[in-house]
C-alpha cells in the first residue's frame, strides 16, 4: 500500500516530468549541460529504447514529430512535444511545416538537436510537402493556396526552396524559365508541387501542373529553369542511387480515380506500377535502392506507414501504425 | 461457441480455464431466441503502456503491455462495446499474461476506469498520458505466466458505448500483459453479459415517427461526376428541408453548370432547397448563377444570408464568401436576427470550417466573428462543407476548446458529391471522420434536442449518429 507520502513524491516527481518535457525529451539521465557546436545532434542519437540496432524513421504521429522503427512495426516510438504538419529529416537537417496558426500562417522550421529553431521561412498557404536533399543542404517544401482556384485543377500550391548553406531562398518555384514541350511558356495557372533534388544540390525535379496536365519538370536551381520531360507524374522522390523516381500516377490520367505508386527509370522514362493498389497520396521516400515507403491514410483520417518493392513485386508492409511523414534519420 | 448462460461472478483473480477463454475471442452472436442470456466478446480498439522511466516513449504497437510500480508502468485499455440491444447484466475484462519469464508477479495491478476516450494509442507518452480519474474495479493478486484474469468490471459498461480502463500498480515486481498486437488469441478481451438474446442491430435509415421537422443536406455538390446522383437519390426518400453549404455545382458557378450539374440531381428537391453559396459558386461574378438559379430561397439577392423557422428551431444560413468581421454588415446583421429569435434552439449553416482537419483548406479563422456571434446567443449546431469529406466535432467554444455547457457542435458536412479530399492532423475535439462515402447528413429538430444521422448513398455502410440537448 502507497503511504500519502509516497503518493505526494511520485506526484512531485511526475509534475517535474511533465514541466521538463516542454521540448524534444532526450534520452539522457545526466543532467544537462551547456551544448556546444562541436557535439553531434542528440535528435538522432533519440532512438526506440531497446537498444537495437536499426534503422530509425522520423514521423509524425497526428501532426506530433517523433520516431519509430523502420524495420518492426511493433517497436516503441519515439515522441517530443514538437509540432508539424509534415517533416522531414536529412544529415541532421530537420525541417518542420508548422500547424498554421489562428494568428499567423505555417512557416518553415529548421529545429536543431532539441527541437529549438534555428532558422524560419515564413509561408503563406496550407503544409502539404516537404523534402531535404540527401546531404541535408536543400530543404524544399509545397504548400496549398486558397482562394485562387484555377479552373483546371480546383487547386492552387506554392513551391520554394532554402539553401540552407547560404540561407537563399527561392519562394516559388513559379519564378523560374520553364520550358513545356519544348517551347518557352509561362500561364497562370501554372502549380508546382513535390520537389526532389540530386546528389549535386542544383538539379531537381518536380511536378509542373498547367493546362490540364501534370508533367514532371527537372529543374535547375542555379540556372533558375525547369523544363518538362513527361506527363502523369506527381511528387517524385529520387532513389539513392539517382536513377529512378518513385512517384504517384493518376489512375487513367485522372486524379479523380486516384493515384498508383509507380517508380520511373529516368535513362528511359518507362514506369512500373510497384504492388500497392491502393491509392498513394503522398510524397513518398526510399528505405533503400530496392524499397519505397509511404503514407496511407484510414477513411478516418488516420495514416499508418508502408513499405513496398521498387520494381513492382511483392506486397505492401505495415512499417508504422498511425504515423506519417517518414524520412530516415542518418 | 455460444455461451448459453453468464459466466458466475468469480472472485477477481481467479485463473479461468485458458481452453474456455480461448474460444470466446470472437463475438458470440446467440440467435436462438430461447436463451436466457448471451455474452458478446469485444477486443481493445486501443492499448498501450506508458513508462516514467521513458517519459516520451510510446508503446502502443508492442505486443506487451507492462504494469509496475518501479518504474511505474501504467496500461490503458480502450473498448467499443456496441450492437447491444438487450439490457447489460455484467461485464468483465479479462487480460493474459505474457508466456515470458518474467511476466509473472506478486501483483496483478488495480484496474480503475478514465473518463478519457480521446487517448491515442500510437501517441500516447508518460508525459501526456490521459488521467485515472475514474472508479476503481478491481484488484489482481498474484498472476502467474501464461494465465488469464479476470476483473468485473460491470460497475462502468452497462451498454453500449466507449469504455477506458487503466491498470496501474505500486508493487515493484511487475507483470506483463499480451497486448492486443500479440494476436486474437490472447489479447485482452470485454466480455459483457446480456440478460437475453444479444442481436448486432445494423445501421438502418429509418423514417421519421415523431413528426418533428427534418433538416437535410451537404455541401459541395454537383460536377461531372455521379456523386451528385448518388446523394440526390437519398434526398428523395427523405421529407423536410434541404439546405447546402455551398459549393453547389463546379467548377465556376456558371448558369450552365447550375443547369446541367445541379438541376437534374438536387434540382429535383430545389423547391425545398434552402442553399448557402461557396467559393466555386462565387467563381461567377457575384455568384450570379447561384442567385439567379435559386431565386428567393437564396435569401436576398446578391447578399447570401437569411434566416427562418423550423418549428422550435430558428436556423440560419450564412455567407462565407464575403465579409464576416465584426461590425461588417453580416455579423451585425447576424447579432440582431439571432436577438431577434422566438425559438430555444438554433441551427446555422455556411461554406468555409471554422474548425476541420482537413488537408487541403485550413480552418477558416475568417468565420470567427459568426461563431462568436452564435455563441453569444447560445446556437447549437454549425454545419459547412469546403473540405470535401465528413467530420463531426464535440461542442466546442468560439477557440475551439470543448465546452460542455454552451458549446456549438460544429460538422463539416463536404460529403455531397463532389471528389474526397484527406485528413491531415486530427484536431482537438474531433469526434467522427470519413472519406469514402457520399451522403447527406440529417438534423430532426426536436423540441429541445437534436438527433443528427449522416446517412450514407446507397452500397455504402459509413454510419453517424446521436442525440444532444439544446442548452
Redesign the interface.
Known amino acids: 500500500?502507497?503511504t500519502v507520502r509516497?503518493r505526494i513524491l511520485?506526484a512531485l516527481?511526475?509534475a517535474a516530468?511533465?514541466a521538463g518535457?516542454t521540448v524534444f525529451?532526450v534520452?539522457r539521465t545526466t543532467a544537462p549541460s551547456a551544448q556546444s557546436s562541436a557535439q553531434p545532434p542528440r535528435m538522432a542519437a533519440v532512438v526506440?529504447?531497446d537498444g537495437v540496432d536499426r534503422r530509425t524513421l522520423q514521423v509524425?504521429?497526428?501532426?506530433?514529430l517523433?520516431w519509430a522503427s523502420a524495420t518492426d512495426?511493433?517497436?516503441?516510438?519515439?515522441?517530443?512535444?514538437v509540432?508539424c504538419?509534415r517533416a522531414y529529416t536529412s544529415a541532421r537537417t530537420v525541417a518542420c511545416l508548422r500547424?498554421?496558426d489562428?494568428?499567423v500562417g505555417t512557416k518553415l522550421s529548421l529545429l536543431d538537436a532539441e527541437g529549438n529553431e534555428t532558422k524560419s521561412v515564413p509561408l503563406t498557404g496550407?503544409?502539404?510537402r516537404l523534402k531535404v536533399s540527401t546531404s541535408g543542404r536543400m530543404v524544399s517544401w509545397t504548400v496549398?493556396l486558397?482562394?485562387h482556384?484555377y479552373?483546371t485543377t480546383?487547386?492552387s500550391t506554392q513551391t520554394g526552396i532554402l539553401d540552407t548553406k547560404t540561407d537563399a531562398v527561392v519562394h516559388s518555384l513559379e519564378e523560374f524559365s520553364a520550358t513545356v514541350e519544348g517551347k518557352p511558356h509561362q500561364a497562370v495557372d501554372f502549380n508546382y508541387w513535390g520537389v526532389t533534388f540530386t546528389s549535386d544540390d542544383n538539379r531537381f525535379y518536380a511536378t509542373l501542373g498547367t493546362g490540364g496536365k501534370r508533367y514532371l519538370v527537372e529543374g535547375d536551381l542555379t540556372a533558375r529553369t525547369v523544363r518538362t520531360l513527361t506527363t502523369n507524374v506527381e511528387c517524385p522522390s529520387l532513389s539513392p542511387d539517382g536513377t529512378r523516381i518513385a512517384y504517384k500516377s493518376a489512375v487513367d490520367g485522372d486524379p479523380?480515380k486516384g493515384w498508383r505508386l509507380s517508380v520511373m527509370d529516368l535513362s528511359t522514362l518507362r514506369s512500373t506500377p510497384l504492388g500497392e493498389t491502393r491509392s498513394v497520396?503522398d510524397q513518398s521516400i526510399w528505405l533503400d535502392d530496392a524499397t519505397v515507403a509511404y503514407a496511407l491514410?484510414r477513411?478516418?483520417?488516420?495514416n499508418d506507414v508502408w513499405s513496398v518493392p521498387a520494381n513492382g513485386s511483392g506486397q505492401p508492409k505495415l512499417v508504422?501504425?498511425?504515423?506519417n511523414s517518414p524520412s530516415l534519420t542518418h | 461457441m455460444s455461451s448459453r448462460k453468464a459466466r458466475t461472478a468469480r472472485t477477481a483473480g481467479a485463473v479461468l480455464g485458458a481452453v474456455a477463454v480461448a474460444a470466446a475471442t470472437v463475438v458470440v452472436v446467440a440467435s436462438a431466441p430461447t436463451a436466457a442470456a448471451a455474452t458478446t466478446t469485444f477486443t481493445p480498439v486501443a492499448d498501450t503502456y506508458v513508462d516514467n522511466g521513458a517519459t516520451s516513449t510510446n508503446y502502443g504497437t508492442t505486443g506487451q503491455l507492462g504494469v509496475d510500480g518501479s518504474p511505474v508502468k501504467r496500461i490503458f485499455l480502450r473498448f467499443t462495446v456496441s450492437g447491444v440491444s438487450a439490457p447489460v447484466t455484467g461485464a468483465k475484462l479479462r487480460v493474459h499474461t505474457d508466456d515470458v519469464s518474467g511476466s509473472n508477479s506478486p501483483a496483478g495491478g488495480t484496474f480503475r476506469a478514465l473518463s478519457s476516450t480521446s487517448w491515442s494509442e500510437t501517441g500516447t507518452t508518460w508525459a501526456n498520458q490521459p488521467s485515472i480519474d475514474g472508479t476503481t474495479l478491481g484488484t489482481l493478486g498474484a498472476v502467474s505466466r501464461n494465465a488469464w484474469y479476470e476483473v468485473n468490471v460491470g460497475a462502468v459498461v452497462t451498454g453500449n458505448g466507449t469504455y477506458s480502463i487503466a491498470i496501474s500498480s505500486t508493487n515493484s515486481d511487475g507483470a506483463d500483459y499480451d497486448s492486443r498486437e500479440s494476436g486474437s488469441a490472447t489479447a485482452p478481451q470485454l466480455v459483457v453479459s446480456t440478460d437475453s438474446p444479444t442481436t448486432t442491430t445494423p445501421p438502418t435509415t429509418t423514417s421519421q415517427p415523431s413528426g418533428d421537422p427534418v433538416l437535410v443536406g451537404a455541401g459541395d455538390i454537383s460536377n461531372s461526376g455521379s456523386g451528385d446522383t448518388a446523394t440526390a437519390a437519398l434526398l428523395d426518400n427523405i421529407p423536410g428541408t434541404v439546405y447546402t453549404t455551398g459549393d453547389n455545382v463546379y467548377n465556376d458557378g456558371t448558369a450552365s453548370e447550375f443547369n446541367s450539374y445541379y438541376n437534374p440531381t438536387w434540382g429535383r428537391h430545389k423547391a425545398r432547397t434552402k442553399p448557402s453559396p461557396g467559393n466555386h459558386d462565387y467563381n461567377t461574378s457575384g455568384a450570379s448563377g447561384y442567385y439567379n438559379y435559386f431565386g428567393a430561397q437564396a435569401g436576398p439577392s446578391g447578399r447570401g444570408y437569411y434566416s427562418y423557422d423550423l418549428g422550435n428551431w430558428h436556423v440560419v444560413s450564412l455567407n462565407s464568401e464575403i465579409s464576416m468581421s465584426a461590425g461588417s454588415a453580416q455579423e451585425q446583421w447576424l447579432r440582431s436576427d439571432l436577438a431577434a429569435s422566438g425559438k430555444s434552439c438554433t441551427l446555422a449553416y455556411w461554406h468555409k470550417p471554422r474548425f476541420t482537419s482537413g488537408a487541403d483548406h485550413a480552418p477558416s479563422t475568417a468565420t470567427g466573428p459568426l461563431v462568436q456571434a452564435l455563441y453569444d446567443y447560445n446556437a447549437e449546431v454549425i454545419v459547412t462543407g469546403h473540405n470535401h469529406h465528413y467530420e463531426r466535432f464535440a461542442p466546442m467554444n468560439p477557440s475551439g476548446s470543448a465546452d460542455s455547457s454552451r458549446g456549438i457542435r460544429h460538422f463539416v458536412a463536404g460529403m455531397g458529391g463532389a471528389g474526397f479530399y484527406n485528413f491531415g492532423t486530427i484536431q482537438p475535439n474531433s469526434e467522427a471522420r470519413n472519406n469514402n462515402t457520399f451522403g447527406v447528413l440529417k438534423f430532426t429538430l426536436h423540441a429541445s434536442s437534436y438527433d443528427w444521422e449522416f446517412v450514407p448513398q446507397a452500397g455504402k455502410t459509413y454510419n453517424d449518429k446521436g442525440t444532444t440537448a439544446c442548452h
Open positions: 500500500m502507497m509516497t511520485i516527481a511526475a516530468l511533465l518535457a525529451y534520452s526506440p529504447p509524425l504521429t497526428n501532426g506530433v517523433g512495426p511493433q517497436s516503441p516510438r519515439g515522441l517530443t512535444t509540432k504538419d500547424p498554421v489562428a494568428l496550407f503544409p502539404n496549398f486558397d482562394g482556384s479552373a480546383g487547386f479523380k497520396d491514410q477513411d478516418d483520417g488516420v508504422a501504425e498511425g504515423a
